[in-house]
């Protein structure tokens, strides 16, 4: 049994490739869904769980943002203390782990390679591709011009980067956190070609 975590840049392909090995391997994925269970551990909404996932966007849980902390008092209806970085950390990990626990998974994000750092039995890949690539390829598919594509994949990976920040005090793009940095760019976003240099490292 083996769990693998998948960190990934705005746009590169990186949600596809992971979707695509979890089925090669007949593993299970494991991405957003993880909202529903998180919010039953917090006993909270899924609106609620999806704002605090998103925590760089939204002062991240600092809660310095009123107009934030207003929205998520309306939504949840939970007082301040319900939005604890130590609860929300503790839930994840626990989550996180328990999947782990029961192998033969594929990890989208959550700090997973953090989480499973001492994890003989987790594999840890980033997903990577040059700016003006993924800049065009998110253009693309929200029929954008490439300006504000690029602008997203800024504002996309600067969320993903603070999470990782706040959450784990570590820095989201260090490459000794992963077995293999993949440049999906490099290989013209062919599924195929990824998935060989992937399950070639495992």
Known sequence: MATITISKEFASGGRQLAQRLAEEL?????????????AKKLDMSEGEAELLHRGQENA?????????????RRIAQKPEAALDDDRYVAAVT???KGVAAQGDAVIVGWGGQYILA?????????????????????????????????AEC??????????????????????TTYKLVLNNGALEFNVEKALSVIKAAL
């Open 26 to 38: 007949g593993y299970r994925l494991v991405g957003r869904e993880v909202l529903a269970e998180l």
């Open 154 to 175: 800024h504002r996309q990976d600067g969320i993903s980067s603070g999470y990782v920040k706040h959450f784990f005090k570590k820095s989201w793009d260090e490459a």
């Open 94 to 96: 626990d989550l996180v």
């Open 60 to 72: 991240l849980f600092k809660l310095v943002d009123e107009i934030f902390l207003h929205t998520v």
């Open 118 to 150: 001492d994890d003989p039995g987790a594999h840890h890949f980033r997903v990577v591709a040059p700016l003006a690539q993924r800049a065009e390829r998110c253009g693309r598919r929200a029929n954008l011009p490439t300006e504000q594509g690029e």
